[in-house]
């Protein structure tokens, strides 16, 4: 029997002291493939995008993320669960915690980059021509091995209840003029006029 059956299983946001364990999960995984891996750097920066799976013993067992994107955008990332806890369901309730914050934050669209699209279609996503993705998305890419043939399939969620925000314009060129600023004064607070002839 495994013991893991009757380990209670909580879910919460990531804190710093989190981040080693976070960082095994996401590069192992990466190691196959599955994700690109994460730097240090990147998981300090960003682990209040983190929510985190612990077993009884507080351990971490699992991690996904949401990044937000855009105005009405923002991606499942990072989605992993030890070997020991898969197949509980646990994989479903980091997904659901992560859709639950962007409708708290009025997000309309989820969006992700997976292999796994029968899991992700028991969430509601369905399948989304990549071209229809913003460049922003692609920012990971540059990194990614696979980045002359990926073969990950995008899929979105999309949030009924939530409108479609109106999205800032971008601002009108204007005439504005640099001012002079004078870094050699007279005695009397007038420019230094210097004759170059």
């Known amino acids: 029997m495994d013991t893991n059956d009757h380990q209670p299983v909580t879910l919460r946001r990531a804190r710093v002291d989190d981040v080693p364990t976070i960082g095994s999960l996401i590069n192992d995984a990466a190691e196959f493939g599955l994700m690109l891996p ?33 105005a009405d955008l923002a991606e499942v990332v990072s989605l992993v669960v030890a070997p020991s806890h898969r197949g509980q369901g646990l994989g479903r309730r980091l997904v659901e915690a992560c859709l639950h914050e962007a409708q708290q934050l009025k997000l309309r669209r989820v969006m992700t980059l997976t292999y796994e699209r029968a899991f992700f279609e028991k969430l509601g996503f369905a399948v989304l021509d990549r071209q229809q993705l913003p460049l922003k998305v692609w920012a990971d890419c540059v990194r990614c091995p696979k980045n002359e043939a990926c073969d990950e399939i995008a899929m979105v969620r999309v949030f009924d209840g939530v409108p479609a925000p109106p999205l800032p314009p971008a601002p009108a060129p204007s005439n ?17 006029v210097e004759d170059h002839a």
């Open 38 to 70: 994460k730097s240090w750097a990147q998981l300090y920066e960003n682990v209040r995008e983190f929510e985190v799976a612990t077993d009884g013993n507080g351990s971490v067992v699992g991690v996904c993320g949401l990044s937000i994107i855009w």
């Open 176 to 192: 504005f003029e640099p001012p002079v600023v004078l870094t050699n004064l007279t005695k009397d607070g007038g420019p230094v």
